[in-house]
Each structure stands twice: as structure tokens, then as C-alpha cells.
């Protein structure tokens, strides 16, 4: 336990911290939906995390708690999973339900609850930490928005396909599902998508192991030839208060089937958004596709009301250990641009650390962190500038090198041909992220 002050204490959380963190978290978290009354769904995805989510043990919370009492007055989670790119495995925390009891704000609870996570997954070897939030709050605490979310179009209702007139069908996904679910999963975690893929354990708690109230479940739909699966749509259960059925992930095993897969799909939503309208009362206005414009879900759908695209924040406290895990994607993004580095080594200064990458015969070999010079931007060493935050959006292909050299000035390179090489190594990474919340 680690005492921050005489009056309160920042702990892992319990098990038996389950009652409270619902209560607390339920009082706290989307207020402005229930007119300031306890959030039910809020409390059940509590409850449900702190009884077998397959990510997370009770110890994944912190819990800051007032020392006269003994009472948790505020707390966060962070959610460890394995994210996917092009085949390299990165280890990820998503961090949610940060919420302070109100009578003990001010007293920087969430500074002091976020100091402790990041002391956390750096002794424990989680390089990224994610976050949704309170716009620009989070980047006082060393986040960037440096991931892509949403931004494809809202489909109306009314232009929603009857049928979908192909040999590709969409039905609700059963436990039995799973094994090949995951499958699935395993051939898109080798694509050039960052992703999040799940196993059959995790599948069939999306399908059937949540609590009906929690506010994190979701309904998952196959997307089925003759008795074949070849992909999955998921999708809240039924329309939000203002009409939308929102999708969340969406996947197709043959690129070549995405026209015929796109709309069974959307006439699967719109049977289901009819459904809750007749059966519950609820009603139905659109399709929100919580998915990038470029998804092919939203390319080949019919045509909606565009969004403007927000972003996830993200940190990195060691962004060359992020660079050095990337080694084998690295490496083959310049085998396939035909590109090898003419000398031993290629470095990489962040103003205060630098990364070295190391060369044999052209193709690199090892990434290793190195003490950064003072001057790297006149230092003849140096091959490239880069600072922190850039190199985040980099290697996470937010931004490609040419758009983090209109950002910052401060991102400099030695000469063309660093600039040509680091351009192969950076592409835009196209965002196929649902997470395991």
C-alpha cells in the first residue's frame, strides 16, 4: 500500500471491493443519462469485472481510499489485453472508469491514481496505455490522441436493405461459435490492421457471460456461408435513447466477399433495429458505425451522414521500447519496399533517449535503447529528430512521416534518403480496434 498523504491511501483493488466500486462508480459514471440517479449498467459492468472477466483480476483496479474510513472515494481500472500489428504482438492496458466520489474532488485522487498505474505497467512490461475520456484532460497526464476512432458515416434507417439478395446470411452468434470466431481472429491479427483479436475463451464470454444490465455488452451476429463462418458483426443490443444501433466491429475473412458481406450486414441491423422497435417499443433512426470512413463496412454500405472522426488518447513511457518491439514489422515493411540501410546502424533521437537500429547486410537486426546526444538536431550521428509524441503517432501509424514533419518542426532528418527509408517504415495503420472492456 502506498500512502500518499495522511488521508488517503492508493491500494490495488479486492474482490471484496465489489459492492462499493459499483456503488461509487454507478453515482459517478453517465450522470447526465439517468438525471443523477445510480447508472444500473454502469454497476453491473462493475460487478462483472470484478467477477470473471477474462482480462481482468480485482488487483487491476486501483483504489484510492480515505484512510478514516476505509471507504473507496475514488478509483480507475485498466484492462490488460494483446493488441495485433501486422503480426506483432503489443501489450496494451485500456483504462476505465476513472470517477472520484464528489465530495473528494480536488484533492488530485486521478493524478495520483494515474502516477501509480504508469509506475505499474512500466515494473510490469506494458508499453501502451489507451484511454476514451473528458476532451484534452488526459493530456495533462502524458496522453495524445494518437489512435483513430469512428468517423464512418450514420446510416439512416430508412436506407437500410430488406434483404441482402446474396449467399452470405448474418445470424446470432452461440457459444459453439467461439472455436471458430477465434479463428477468425487469429488470421486478421497477421493483416496490416491494428487489431485486438480474441480467443474462444474470450468469445464466449462477448456471447453469453456478461449480465444482461452491464453497459459494456454487446450483441455478436456470424456471417455465414451454407454452415461456414467467414466473419462476425457485433453491435450494442438494441438502439440507444436517440434511435442508433450502434457497430462496433465488423470482419470479413475474404476481402473479395466484403460487397456481398456489407449488405447482408446492414439488413441483419435493420431486422434487428425493426425488431426492438416493434417488440420493446424502441426507437429506430440509424446505424452508427463506430468504425474508421475506410472500413469496408462503410464503403460499400449504403450512403449516411458523415462524422467527424475522433481519437483514443494513448501513452507510451518508453516510446523506443515500443520502436524495438515493432523490430520484425520494421524489418519487413523494408523488405517489402526492396529497401536496405547502406551503413551498420540507423539512430533515432527522442531528446533525451535515441534508439539505435542495427543493420546486417542491409536488413535490420536489433533495436536498442541508447543514451540521446544534447544537440541531436546538429549531432552527425544522428539520422533523425524525432520527439516523443511524433514517434508515438508513428509507430502506431496514426500519422505517416510526412504529415509528423508538417506537425512538428521539431522532427528533423539527416538527409533524403533517412527520409525515404523512414517513410517505408511508418505507413498509415488502418484502426480495427474493439476492445476488451
Do not use: K
Not at 491511501?9 to 459517478?28: I, M
Not at 459492468?45 to 478514516?68: K, R
Not at 472515494?73 to 494483446?82: E, F, N, P, T
Not at 468504425?291 to 472522426?309: F, I, K, M, S, T
Amino acid at each position: 500500500m502506498t500512502r500518499e498523504n495522511d488521508r488517503y491511501a492508493v491500494r490495488p483493488g479486492r474482490a471484496c471491493d465489489a459492492t462499493e466500486l459499483a456503488r461509487l462508480h454507478a453515482s459517478v459514471q453517465l450522470q447526465a443519462a439517468t438525471g443523477g440517479q445510480p447508472h444500473p449498467g454502469i454497476a453491473a459492468w462493475v460487478e462483472d469485472l470484478l467477477a470473471g472477466h477474462p482480462s481482468v483480476v480485482p488487483e487491476d483496479f486501483l483504489v484510492a481510499e480515505e484512510a478514516a474510513t476505509g471507504r473507496p472515494v475514488a478509483s480507475l481500472v485498466g484492462l490488460r489485453q494483446d493488441w495485433h500489428l501486422g503480426g506483432v504482438r503489443l501489450p496494451v492496458a485500456q483504462i476505465e472508469l476513472v470517477g472520484t466520489a464528489p465530495e473528494h474532488r480536488g484533492n488530485q485522487l486521478t493524478e495520483r491514481l494515474f502516477a501509480a498505474l504508469h509506475q505499474r505497467y512500466a515494473a510490469s512490461g506494458v508499453p501502451v496505455q489507451i484511454i476514451e475520456g473528458i476532451p484534452y484532460f488526459y493530456r495533462r497526464l502524458g496522453y495524445d490522441y494518437a489512435l483513430a476512432n469512428d468517423g464512418a458515416p450514420t446510416v439512416p434507417a430508412t436506407a437500410l436493405p430488406t434483404s441482402s439478395g446474396g449467399s452470405l446470411t448474418v445470424r446470432p452468434a452461440t457459444v459453439a461459435d467461439a472455436d471458430a470466431l477465434a479463428g477468425i481472429d487469429r488470421r486478421l491479427a497477421d493483416g496490416d490492421a491494428l487489431v485486438c483479436p480474441r480467443d474462444a475463451d474470450v468469445w464466449r464470454y462477448e456471447i453469453a457471460g456478461r449480465r444482461p444490465a452491464d453497459i459494456a455488452r454487446r450483441a455478436v451476429a456470424v456471417l455465414v456461408h451454407d454452415t461456414e463462418l467467414q466473419g462476425y458483426l457485433v453491435h450494442t443490443p438494441r438502439p440507444s435513447p436517440a434511435g442508433e444501433l450502434t457497430v462496433v466491429a465488423a470482419a470479413c475473412t475474404r476481402p473479395a466477399d466484403w460487397s456481398q458481406a456489407a449488405a447482408a450486414m446492414h439488413a441483419y441491423l435493420g431486422h434487428t433495429g425493426r425488431g426492438c422497435e416493434t417488440s420493446a417499443g424502441q426507437p429506430f433512426a440509424a446505424v452508427r458505425l463506430l468504425l474508421d470512413p475506410n472500413h469496408p463496412l462503410a464503403r460499400l454500405g449504403p450512403p449516411g451522414v458523415p462524422r467527424r472522426p475522433r481519437g483514443w488518447y494513448v501513452r507510451t513511457g518508453d516510446p523506443v521500447d515500443l520502436l524495438a518491439r515493432l523490430q520484425p514489422l520494421l524489418r519487413a515493411r523494408w523488405q517489402a519496399a526492396d529497401l536496405r540501410w547502406p551503413e551498420p546502424t540507423l539512430t533515432i533521437d527522442t531528446y533525451g533517449r535515441a534508439a539505435r537500429l542495427e543493420f546486417t547486410d542491409g536488413e535490420l537486426t536489433a533495436v536498442t535503447a541508447v543514451r540521446g546526444t544534447v544537440s541531436p538536431s546538429t549531432d552527425p550521428h544522428t539520422h533523425a529528430a524525432v520527439p516523443p509524441g511524433a514517434l508515438l503517432h508513428l509507430t502506431l501509424g496514426h500519422r505517416a512521416l510526412p504529415e509528423v514533419l508538417d506537425s512538428w518542426p521539431d522532427c528533423l532528418l539527416r538527409d533524403r534518403r533517412t527520409e525515404h527509408f523512414l517513410t517505408a517504415a511508418f505507413p498509415h495503420v488502418p484502426v480495427r480496434v474493439w476492445p476488451l472492456n
